[in-house]
């Protein structure tokens, strides 16, 4: 309830700088608000390292005066702020240029209806109790074999935000989110080699973390499992993305059909609308509306109501990812993707991880990618990996400090299989993806 | 003295707190197991341009404003921040925060200014440095000559942007220091297109400066041209080779080596913690004899240089590396003391909301004997890479990796062709000890570093001369 009130507080500044804006002399503005609390605390080798208390505010104006725009951002809500906060963007708006593609979304895209997607869920933990929990999880993580030498620790973190987003087409809503993590990491030593690896559970509602003891095992058996790893010889193999680190090749794919890089034609997929980017078998789609996900939301940035569609099916590309600037400069209509894409899913395939590695047979599981070796103009792609090589289906030994490379058009196509192992933790929501072929670099 | 004053302006008299109210907040934080603590205030103005399609398409201005307070108790800290600079709000952070040690007596302090002995860079605000039409005429003529360049390039966007930082630290010990610090960059990047083939280029530079730094030796428009020459080299690039290989780098950016390689792994956090790959390792040879690495805050007007860091410690110039021998780490107050050292004033944090912790500022390895030509030419095969895109680290396997944006094949000591851009990845304890040749050309690089660490950015600087490598891996595609 107290909640309510602080929402409504901050829709009416949100209200006051629209209307600022519109005595300023502004023909349209549009303006977010946003409130965030929490609560961060991490532990190390069982004691508390840090305990951190978050309370922040910012807001941000974008005013048009015609066809020009201007933008300004503050953290501070007072009166006098938000008058400054509305003449530095007006102030703008005199030195950009006319551009006939700028502008508020179409009034009839706008959200109207606000289903409640369940991702507000306080969790009223205090400290102490925070730190019990992370301990429990380094415990777990440090006990598990003689083998864990060394912590970088464990943290639990909870958060709550109000964001708040009007414009002057009469669009005005408030949305309360939480957002809770627990996470772990640790070092092993064998001999020479050290290494650290980590895992973590992320959820709207605490109820739904894994449990610690089982954050801090998976923690350590990733760290032990990477011991002693080897590179390999240069060499062309198949390559199984683990669904954790898979979730990065869909996303320089979402990369490549956003709006910003195709009318700035800087995407290896130009002109890819219904043609056949993947194999048949694969379907992907946007899911804003799940229950309780991280991504879910009613509108995107911009207010525009986001919706349940295909992406891509039989592995033909559907529909771009535009926001309304990049919709118009495209002659489209935005598709409700300001800010990104929303619970993004591709459909699993049958096989388990363990089907995966049998269908591959011989070649790479990579768990881990490093850099930014990913252009999304050529599509070239070569970045650093970790992992294991496995023969005739089954994990040998770990591998490291080799490099993984190709074109994301190629590797796209030749995708050969999509786990049922989802990772459900993020936007994106993948199982693991076998590659058919990639370049191996190595000693 | 005058910074200081300026700095106390700028923060504590618009939001009406006293010396006296700094005292009554640090004496909260003192109780009588607190170790150290400290109370950061900082106000930021930033703006940003951007040019694109040969219209100004953007501009932003943002403001943002906070303080951030600390207490530390052995290797325990309590932290929290708000956006609000007023004395209710800081002291029932102080309250929150204090709960890291025992309850106790608080302590009383009387607050010292500090006197900055050195300032690297100038106090004038860097957004008010030109006019609002004059930063508007500068990108128009650096759109209109980049675009004149060639008849391939198909589209510019030139970013322009500037920072206004005012930061004030109080310290357990009563001092009071100030720093007022400016950071301009520009960008330009450039999209050629040649028979249906399209490739990218981009160059930017700034740094504790003002707008006239791109005014100055027209240096807008060089980074127009060196844009437009990337992109056209790429326009010829065929596929990167594979594997194990000699690799020389360029002189400038390609530093990036040394900030993934080693510098990260030597920061005073992770070898506290005994986390890192160079942990317990101050004394034994981690590079050949020809390398020297020093991390340096003081040099002037650098991207990555503070006058004082963010705990009002003064920069140095840190020697990390000297003839092959691992010599020390850059440190901040905490983990020098729990190291039995002093710090090295690299305690750095993104703002007031975050922890500072120890952060390189400009990282680079001292100039050789060789001339860059004599290294190329020893090269009987491999990779001459002259530009870097970002780069990545692993500080407790050591593993690293940097990705070329700009290379070439060389065989039979002459370069030969450009190849596409490709990860090298490597091991951070001995890449250096395989560095063969190091060339006489140190350069900085222009001014365009950030660096990420557990989530917070801070602007850094790297530099090399050309050096040459006896094997580090290659990603490319041709096997």
């Known amino acids: 309830m107290q909640n309510q009130q602080e929402v409504n507080r901050l829709k009416d500044i949100v209200q006051n700088l629209l209307d600022e804006a519109k005595q300023q002399g502004a023909t349209a503005a549009e303006a977010g608000l946003s409130q965030e609390n929490g609560l961060s605390v991490s532990v190390r080798l069982g004691d508390v390292e840090t305990i951190e208390h978050h309370c922040s505010q910012g807001l941000g104006i974008t005013v048009y005066f015609g066809q020009r725009k201007g933008s300004a951002s503050t953290t501070d809500l007072s009166v006098e702020s938000i008058k400054e906060t509305v003449s530095a963007a007006c102030s703008i708006a005199r030195y950009t240029s006319e551009d006939e593609y700028a502008g508020l979304p179409e009034k009839a895209l706008l959200a109207t209806s606000f289903p409640d997607l369940d991702v507000n869920h306080p969790w009223a933990i205090t400290a102490d109790e925070a730190i019990a929990l992370a301990i429990e999880c380094e415990d777990a993580a440090r006990h598990y074999d003689a083998e864990i030498t060394n912590s970088e620790g464990a943290s639990v973190n909870t958060h709550q935000g109000i964001h708040v987003l009007g414009n002057s087409l009469g669009f005005l809503h408030g949305s309360l989110s939480t957002r809770h993590s627990l996470s772990c990491s640790v070092l092993a030593q064998r001999g020479e080699s050290m290494q650290r690896d980590y895992w973590y559970t992320v959820a709207r509602n605490a109820n739904n973390l894994e449990a610690a003891v089982e954050v801090g095992q998976k923690a350590a058996q990733r760290t032990l499992r990477r011991l002693e790893g080897r590179s390999l010889s240069t060499r062309q193999c198949p390559v199984l993305y683990s669904a954790e680190i898979a979730s990065g090749l869909l996303s320089s794919f979402i990369g490549a059909i956003s709006g910003g890089n195709l009318y700035r034609k800087s995407s290896f997929l130009l002109d890819a609308l219904d043609t056949q980017v993947f194999p048949g078998f694969v379907h992907i789609h946007e899911q804003p509306h799940l229950i309780g996900a991280s991504g879910s939301s009613a509108y995107d940035s911009e207010g525009v109501a986001t919706h349940t569609r295909d992406l891509v099916t039989d592995g033909i590309l559907r529909s771009y990812v535009l926001g309304t600037y990049s919709a118009r400069k495209l002659g489209l209509h935005s598709t409700g993707n300001a800010g990104g894409v929303r619970n993004l899913t591709i459909d699993p395939g049958v096989l388990d991880f363990d089907g995966l590695l049998k269908q591959m047979d011989t070649g790479l599981l990579v768990t881990e990618l490093m850099g930014q070796g990913v252009n999304i103009l050529t599509g070239d792609y070569s970045r650093g990996a970790a992992g294991f090589w496995v023969e005739k289906g089954q994990i040998q030994y770990p591998v490291e400090e080799i490099t993984i490379a190709g074109n994301l058009k190629d590797m796209l196509r030749n995708i050969v299989a999509v786990g049922n192992d989802v990772d459900y933790r993020g936007n994106v929501r993948t199982g693991s993806i076998l590659v058919e072929r990639m370049s191996i670099a190595g000693q | ?479």
């Not at chain 2, 004997?369 to 530009?387: D, Q, R």
């Open chain 2, 1 to 479: 003295m005058k910074i200081l004053n300026l700095a106390k302006q700028a923060i504590l008299v618009p939001a009406g707190i006293q010396d006296a109210d700094i005292e009554k907040i640090m004496a909260r934080l003192l109780t009588s197991s607190v170790d150290a603590a400290d109370i950061y205030f900082q106000s930021s103005h930033s703006e940003s341009w951007v040019m694109e399609g040969g219209i100004i398409k953007e501009g932003s201005h943002s403001i943002e404003q906070g303080a951030g307070v600390r207490a530390v108790s052995g290797e325990k800290t309590g932290f929290a921040y708000s956006d609000r600079i007023e004395l209710p709000v800081l002291l029932e952070a102080a309250n929150n925060v204090r709960a890291i040690g025992r309850q106790g007596q608080e302590a009383q302090i009387g607050l010292i200014h500090a006197a900055n002995t050195v300032q690297y860079y100038p106090v004038a605000n860097p957004l008010k440095s030109l006019g609002e039409q004059q930063k508007i005429d500068l990108l128009r003529q650096v759109d209109t000559q980049t675009r004149k360049l060639d008849h391939r390039i198909e589209e510019v966007i030139i970013s322009l942007s500037g920072v206004h930082e005012t930061i004030l630290v109080a310290n357990q010990d009563g001092s009071l220091a100030g720093d007022i610090r400016p950071l301009v960059r520009m960008n330009v990047s450039v999209i050629v297109v040649e028979n249906g083939r399209r490739e990218q280029g981009s160059m930017g530079g700034g740094g504790r400066s003002d707008y006239n730094y791109f005014v100055e030796l027209n240096r807008g428009l060089e980074y127009g041209r060196e844009a437009v020459r990337q992109a056209l080299v790429n326009l010829e690039a065929q596929e990167a080779p594979a594997g194990n290989m000699t690799v020389v780098l360029g002189s400038g950016w390609p530093g990036i080596l040394l900030h993934e390689a080693i510098g990260h792994g030597l920061e005073g956090d992770f070898n506290r913690k005994g986390t890192s790959a160079f942990s317990g390792r101050v004394g034994e040879r981690v590079a050949s004899d020809l390398c020297t690495v020093v991390d340096d805050g003081t040099i002037p007007g650098r991207r990555g240089s503070l006058s004082i860091d963010d705990e009002g410690t003064p920069t140095e110039n840190t020697v990390l590396i000297e003839n092959g021998i691992l010599k020390g780490y850059m440190q901040d107050k905490l983990n020098a003391r729990l190291m039995g050292v002093k710090s090295t004033g690299n305690g750095r944090r993104e703002s007031y909301a975050s922890l500072p912790m120890p952060r390189m500022t400009n990282t680079y390895m001292l100039a050789g004997k060789y001339n860059p030509e004599e290294i190329i030419k020893s090269v009987k095969k491999g990779l001459y890479a002259k530009n870097f895109a970002g780069g990545q680290v692993d500080i407790t396997s050591g593993k690293f990796v940097f990705s070329a944006s700009e290379a070439y094949l060389i065989e039979d000591g002459k370069i030969t062709r450009p190849v596409k851009g490709a990860t090298l990845i490597g091991n951070g304890p001995d890449v250096l000890t395989k560095v063969s040749m190091v060339g006489t050309d140190l350069e900085l690089d222009s001014g365009v570093g950030s660096c990420g660490k557990e989530g917070q950015s801070v602007p850094v600087g790297v530099g090399q001369p050309t050096l040459k490598i006896d094997g580090i891996t290659v990603g490319g595609t041709s096997v």
